[in-house]
DNA sequence: TCACTTCCGTTGTAAAAACAACCGATTAAC
DNA sequence: GTTAATCGGTTGTTTTTACAACGGAAGTGA
């Protein structure tokens, strides 16, 4: 199979970039050893930290196979790591023998950037949200969803569902309170209830 | 090819669901004519049209294509409209007589995904920032590196730029008037210029 | 038990955004 | 040419957030 994809493998040390910004890619990346930065350069210079791919993941497969191929943001080794690239053609394209793995294969990347699209949908559904209040109750509105219940559990702390929101910390705390005094939901640690009573929103 | 997709065609009368939040999907829709939008009722029963779908467009696909099912939102028709449903599996797997057809299908949707990726990526990206100025910065900073140039033209009209960027109108109208001011941007209607002095960021 | 840390709620202040309202310029419609 | 509508900038007020700082509660480790 890995002949089957054209697959090569290669390492970097710390620092060494794998991909710079502008590169026109027609692999996808697979970290198997160590782990890489996405790094954002804007047009004043300031350099931006916008992902960690760890081992086992990938990188760059949306820019690959949405034919884009210019990529906006470069890949840096955080670490000495090892890296295996895999050209998207031969990924996509039935191989003569029509091999298994490989349509269990573009299962898989299908299936994957389908629920990357997901959760992006689902975030961006909060963070487009003018206040820390809206975002929050949106929130907790697909989590109670989720649950199929009205009381759940969090995955995040409250730093951690700060950022997620894209909100202070502090600013969500109040917010809560708040909250949680008119009525509106109730809450412990990571542990939340929506209230039905106050629809007055 | 409709065969082999396994593709039936259905009419809906205006206000109609063609699929409710909760309901699990197998199949892929398309809007042959009219548009449908896909709706989001909330904890509290406030709905929300999140997106509309016109003639040609897809919709469900990344449910679909994610393994997920469970629909999150519901879709309505907005109008008399016919829609025309494709069966994931079916897609997704050669049929025997292994067509073009497929392969080609199979590398669309891939692409379509992938694009839709870059697309929430992207904005995303802008929409984290915290203020007006940061947003604005940032996406004008990936402007300028799409268009290779510190010059370039938005698509957007003031309005539009603030919908995309979720802030008020007036509040970016002034931030850009701020930004000009120091020397950071120039700009006229649509045509932006980024400046290089006022490294004070 | 005692220090030490982390997490979280609270408070006050300063900065920023939302909101509403207005106005001038440009465009479109008649 | 006049009217109407749209768009974009401005201003003032109110609301909301960011930020910094503090303190209590809970957990950890010596």
Redesign the pocket.
């Known amino acids: 199979m890995i002949k089957c994809l054209g697959a090569r493998e290669k390492t970097y040390g710390k620092g060494n970039s794998v991909y710079d910004a502008g590169d026109f890619v027609r692999e996808i990346g697979v970290v198997l050893d160590g782990r890489v930065h996405i790094v954002r350069d804007d047009a004043w210079g300031n350099r931006n930290i916008i992902a960690e791919i760890g081992e086992g993941e990938m990188f760059a497969e949306a820019f690959v196979c949405g034919g884009v191929g210019v990529l906006p943001v470069s890949v840096v080794a955080a670490c000495d790591c090892k890296i295996m690239f895999a050209d998207f053609q031969r990924v996509i394209t039935q191989c003569g023998s029509a091999c298994v793995f490989h349509s269990l294969l573009i299962r898989n990347i299908v299936g994957i950037l389908a629920r990357k699209n997901i959760m992006l949908q689902g975030k961006m559904e909060h963070i487009t949200k003018?206040?820390?209040?809206?975002?929050l109750l949106s929130y907790l509105s697909e989590q109670s969803r989720l649950h199929g219940s009205r009381e759940f559990g969090v995955p995040f702390?409250?730093?951690?569902l700060?950022d997620y929101l894209?909100?202070?910390?502090?600013?969500?705390?109040?917010?809560?309170?708040?909250l949680?005094l008119e009525g509106v939901i109730n809450?412990?640690?990571?542990h939340f209830e929506l209230l039905f009573d106050s629809l007055a929103e």
Request: proline share 0%; net charge positive.
């Open positions: 003018r206040t820390t209040r809206e975002k702390d409250r730093q951690g700060a894209s909100v202070e910390r502090s600013a969500l705390s109040a917010e809560m309170s708040r949680k809450y412990r640690k990571n």
